[in-house]
């Protein structure tokens, strides 16, 4: 339905600079004025989902659905939504719903491909991906993921390709920053890999993938380092019992450990060690990623740009 009220526009003029509770002003007067408005309540419940104001969100989704099971937009909104209270399945169903109503909606794939990159499932990634690349060539969001997807499969070559491409179409988003980022970490360019994570972190000081990328960066150069950058950025997150679950294997494993072998001398043992806490770092960065997917999501959802 077109929306014949002058707020609404206005309100997406407002969302598209970034003042969100002047968008969230003018969605109410829009609502006003089309209070059946299955549209106008999307955007809405993504407006204070951006806000943070996540319950509010959810019932504007769900208001949403109900005047318009058939506007894909709600779905997305509502997958949205479900991934930031950590509830896979309904966002997965949610997402399904959408890309049956509009097999080519760019916001339902490229939620999908942020939830398949966030839980490692490789073939819905490479699913989604295919399907945003061949749609939106253009668009630096499918070269985004696609550099991710060959980050996962160690692809150099290919991750660096697609990075590169990303940052040619946007240069400013912090995330296309991290992309390549991570292709110079599969390349061991360490040096590389950091400056780019502090380029992210430049533009959006809270992204959490750059910080993820400087942990897996302090990890390789001294494991010790690296676990207790994790472990800070995690307690900054508020997630202070989680980052305190591994102060205490950080201390023995490495440190403690390691030098037990040595006075023994056996030096092969503690080498062996030394590298094990190299592998086990990095897998904790992975498993990690769990206990941040709120903040993840959240930030993911900020940046999110809606079709309608």
């Not at 997965?92 to 097999?103: H, S, V, Y």
């Not at 989604?128 to 253009?138: I, M």
């Not at 430049?202 to 990328?213: D, F, I, K, M």
């Amino acid at each position: 339905m077109m929306l014949q009220n002058r707020d609404f526009p206005l309100a997406i003029a407002a969302t598209d600079r970034g003042d969100n509770d002047k968008a969230l002003e003018l969605f109410r007067k829009a609502l006003k004025e089309e209070p059946e408005s299955a549209l106008v309540h999307a955007h809405l419940a993504f407006c204070l989902l951006k806000l943070g104001k996540h319950f509010a969100a959810s019932r504007a989704a769900d208001q949403a659905l109900a005047l318009g099971p058939n506007l894909p937009l709600a779905h997305v909104v509502r997958a949205t939504i479900d991934t930031v209270f950590g509830d896979d399945e309904a966002a997965k169903n949610a997402l399904d719903e959408a890309l049956r109503l509009d097999p080519e909606n760019r916001n339902a794939l490229e939620i999908r491909c942020a939830n398949a990159l966030l839980n490692h499932d490789i073939k819905a990634l490479t699913a989604a991906v295919d399907t945003l690349l061949s749609l939106y060539p253009d668009d630096d969001t499918p070269h985004y993921f696609a550099s991710r997807l060959a980050t996962l499969h160690l692809d150099a070559e290919s991750a660096e390709r697609h990075a590169r491409a990303a940052l040619r179409i946007a240069p400013t988003d912090s995330a296309n920053h991290v992309a390549i980022g991570w292709a110079f970490w599969v390349k061991k360019d360490f040096e590389k890999a950091h400056d780019a994570a502090l380029s992210a972190l430049a533009l959006s000081p809270n992204n959490h993938n750059a910080h993820s990328l400087l942990a897996a960066i302090e990890m390789h150069r001294k494991p010790l380092t690296g676990w207790f950058h994790r472990i800070g950025h995690i307690a900054n997150t508020a997630n202070i019992k989680t980052a305190a679950l591994y102060v205490v294997p950080a201390i023995f494993l490495y440190m403690s450990a390691t030098d037990i072998l040595r006075y023994f001398e056996l030096d092969t043992a503690a080498s062996m060690l030394f590298r094990g806490v190299q592998v086990t770092a990095i897998l904790l960065l992975i498993s990690t990623q769990l206990y941040s997917r709120k903040s993840a999501q959240h930030q993911k959802a900020a940046s999110l740009r809606l079709d309608y």
